[in-house]
């Protein structure tokens, strides 16, 4: 199971296309996840107000915030995001990172994400820390492009990544340092799950395959329905139902080594999952148990 936190998520590409307010909708029978538990012991919290997501808490292992991030919303757009976290100079104290990233649209399109920055203490100066900018072709993010603060008021870009489509579904995902090729990610979906992920980086001035997982799904409602407008690209979270195996292959060396999981659920009258139990394949240890609340 993902962690989920929305910083440094960022850069995951699917909401982009067009960002909705995460609002629920009345005549929607979608359950909204509202607390995620780890061997009893409560690891997120997800704040939900006036038909909107406000607020993501994240607890340490003895049940204290160790950090959250804050949404704030216009006109139904996501306008701002802050983080905040635990202060390295005094010990247990929530302080604001010092990151602050503002949204601007065109219309309903996301045109580009500003990433202020300070030291987080009061009073400080804030300045534009980065930047990035989307592009759009038939209606969906087709590049987004990275700017950093190199000077006072001297920004300056490396990397973009590209999206491509099948259909309305992400395919594929490659990323470019100085206009040449870094990596690049490709998914295979059926049934509105994403199925197969596959990771190719350079090797001898071609591309290999270097990781590849496969996943398999229930047939119920997804635990995360609700965060699918966010800045997400999880298969976990984008998919239609629940994922009950992960098989991971990496290749190295010419060898190909293989961990899987098997993913087993208990599910409400409403069929969204209530409790995930997570078993190794080859051991069938019993490696986690999560479990949901739901607004």
Known sequence: MKKLTLFPCLILILSIILITSCKKDDDDDTQY????????????????????LQKINNYNSEGAIRSYE?????????????????????????????????FDYHYNALKRINRLKSSGEPGDDITLYSYQTYE???????????YTRISDDTYKTNSYDTIEYDGTQISKITSYWQNDINYYVTFTWNND???TEK?????????????????????KNNKYKALKNLHFFEPEIQSKNNQTSVTAINYYNNEEHTSAISIKYQYNSDDYPTQQTETDVDSQNELKVYSFEYE
Do not use: P
């Not at 012991?41 to 939900?48: A, M, V």
């Not at 759009?136 to 990275?146: E, F, L, Q």
């Open 33 to 52: 996840l509202s607390k995620v538990y780890d061997s009893g012991t409560l690891t997120e919290e997800y704040q939900w107000q006036s038909n909107q």
């Open 70 to 102: 804050e949404l704030t919303y216009s006109d139904g757009k996501l306008i701002k995001l802050q983080n905040y976290s635990i202060s390295q100079k005094k010990s247990g104290m929530i302080n604001n990172l010092g990151y602050r990233n503002l």
């Open 136 to 146: 759009y072709s038939n209606g969906k993010v087709d590049k987004i492009t990275y």
């Open 193 to 195: 799950n994403i199925i």
């Open 199 to 219: 990771y190719y980086s350079e090797e001898n001035d071609s591309f290999v395959l270097t990781q590849k997982f496969d996943y398999q799904y229930d047939d």
